[in-house]
T-cell receptor, first 113, second 113 residues
């Protein structure tokens, strides 16, 4: 059983397109996260949702919009993709207040051409 | 501003010897520190953590040491095994319970059989 799953694993698209990455967790966690790992290998948090409510919103272009239809899902929509959006995006989940047990998904490698 | 730094991008260690991975931080508000391990094509997995009220935490072959005055922590793996070959990320959080983790750029550890 996959604890935190992401789809797709790879995404290649043209500049200017709109794309989505889906994340699902079956751990019963109440908090989910999106991280971006850029070409310099920095792993930086983008957003966090607790019980479908946004609790962390780092300085991210408003072309990025997270959507949490329920506690088990946190999707990432990206509009008007740019070359600099190319990165690996990781979803994670945990129980609020237990940040040391963040479980990460396998990542989605996004390449913008 | 890189608040968590891992200055060694890579490290090679003979099997059976000790591996020492280092991490420095600049933000004096950080009070909780974690190490994550990452295999290729997988998300990071939690390894071990330490709060700022301690200077050492041990879990089997893994020990994390914290030197608050030097703003430095290290991960010791003894004895090193081939399965330990991975990228190790140091992470920090300010105020235990704050869900925002700040990551270093990782150190690739290679265990030589």
């Amino acid at each position: 059983d996959t604890a935190v799953s992401q789809t797709p694993k790879y995404l290649v698209t043209q500049m200017g397109n709109d794309k989505s990455i889906k994340c699902e967790q079956n751990l019963g966690h109440d908090t989910m996260y999106w991280y971006k790992q850029d070409s310099k290998k920095f792993l930086k948090i983008m957003f966090s949702y607790n019980n479908k409510e946004l609790i962390i919103n780092e300085t991210v272009p408003n072309r990025f919009s997270p959507k949490s239809p329920d506690k088990a899902h946190l999707n990432l929509h990206i509009n008007s993709l740019e070359l600099g959006d190319s990165a690996v995006y990781f979803c994670a989940s945990s129980h609020l207040g237990t940040l040391y047990t963040q479980y990460f998904g396998p990542g989605t490698r996004l390449t913008v051409l | 501003d890189q608040q968590v730094k891992q200055n060694s991008p890579s490290l090679s260690v003979q099997e059976g010897r000790i591996s020492i991975l280092n991490c420095d931080y600049t933000n004096s508000m950080f009070d909780y520190f974690l190490w994550y391990k990452k295999y290729p094509a997988e998300g990071p997995t939690f390894l071990i953590s330490i709060s700022s009220i301690k200077d050492k935490n041990e879990d089997g072959r893994f020990t994390v040491f914290l030197n608050k005055s030097a703003k430095h922590l290290s991960l010791h793996i003894v004895p090193s095994q081939p399965g330990d070959s991975a990228v190790y990320f140091c992470a920090a959080a300010a105020n235990f319970g704050n869900e925002k983790l700040t990551f270093g750029t990782g150190t690739r550890l290679t265990i030589i059989p």
